[in-house]
């Protein structure tokens, strides 16, 4: 009885872990989102307030300027695969 008690415990408890990893990914998405808007918007973070504001575009070499735009695309991209992927296998395992 105790042991089945225990079982049943532990199920529950991972259940609401995986749901709460499931919602701190949920977060995180939308954050990349939020950050991969501003930054396509040329956004600064004032991350003392937690603001984020338009600035007008410096000027800079147009080459290293597309580099970065390609490099920050890129990584942007990778973050949300790996977020989405993550969330897939944590989503599957909630539902099991």
Do not use: C, Y
């Amino acid at each position: 009885m105790a042991a089945s008690t225990a079982r049943e415990v532990d199920a529950k408890a991972s259940h609401f872990s995986r749901n709460e990893v499931k919602n701190g990914l949920l977060d995180s998405i939308e954050l990349l989102e939020s950050l991969s808007n501003a930054h396509n918007k040329r956004g600064k973070i004032n991350p003392s307030k937690g603001q984020v504001f338009v600035v007008e575009p410096q000027e800079e070499d147009e080459d290293e300027g597309n580099e970065e735009e390609r490099l920050a695309s890129f990584w942007f991209t990778e973050l949300d695969n790996k977020l989405a992927e993550t969330l897939n296998t944590v989503v599957s395992e909630v539902t099991e």
